[in-house]
């Protein structure tokens, strides 16, 4: 269809309406974030002219935390409404939402608390941390014979089969 428009143009449809299409969800998050993000209180949107609307105070200080967001300040997103719809449903809310800094963070203190548990252990049972086989004495280990729990049921299993 885009070849029948523009024919001399020379463009392929897919690449073009995903590269659309991130940008629109880009767009949509930043304005989504404004609205509904943590501690973004003075932020509201205008139904009549679809744009985010707050004191200049709010939006100062927004922007020079969030750079990407300046742009939507005097500009309209029309969109906004249509792609809550679709994307809305996709995005963490409520109180077990958290960003990629919280994940983090919690990984690090479960790999301190985990670490902080071996050494309990190993001090608990006497054990040094960093014990190499070359300090163990391999030999004085013996193998201990293999017993043989199935013998009798496998044995009669075979009489059956001749």
């Known amino acids: 269809m885009l070849e029948k428009v523009l ?3 020379m463009l392929k449809a897919k690449p073009n309406i995903e590269s659309r299409i991130r940008l ?31 004191e200049d105070a709010v939006w100062n200080s927004y ?12 500009r309209s997103f029309p ?7 679709i994307y809305a ?15 983090i963070e919690e990984i690090n203190v479960e790999d301190i608390a985990t670490t902080n548990i071996h050494e309990e252990r190993n001090d608990f ?4 941390a960093d014990v190499s086989l070359d300090d163990m004495d ?3 280990t013996e ?7 199935g013998g009798s049921t496998s044995s009669k299993k075979k009489k059956k089969e001749f």
């Open 89 to 103: 449903k996709d995005r963490a809310t409520g109180k077990d939402a958290q960003t990629a800094a919280d994940i």
């Open 7 to 9: 024919p001399n143009a």
């Open 63 to 74: 922007i020079n935390s969030h750079k990407e967001t300046g742009r939507f300040k005097h």
């Open 24 to 54: 629109l969800k880009r767009d949509w998050s930043i304005v989504y974030d404004m609205l509904n993000g943590k501690n973004n209180s003075g932020f509201g949107w205008d139904e009549h002219r679809q744009l985010v609307v707050a």
């Open 79 to 85: 969109y906004y409404d249509q792609l809550t719809a």
């Open 138 to 140: 391999v030999l004085a």
């Open 125 to 128: 049972y006497g054990c040094e």
């Open 143 to 149: 193998p201990q014979p293999a017993r043989n729990q």
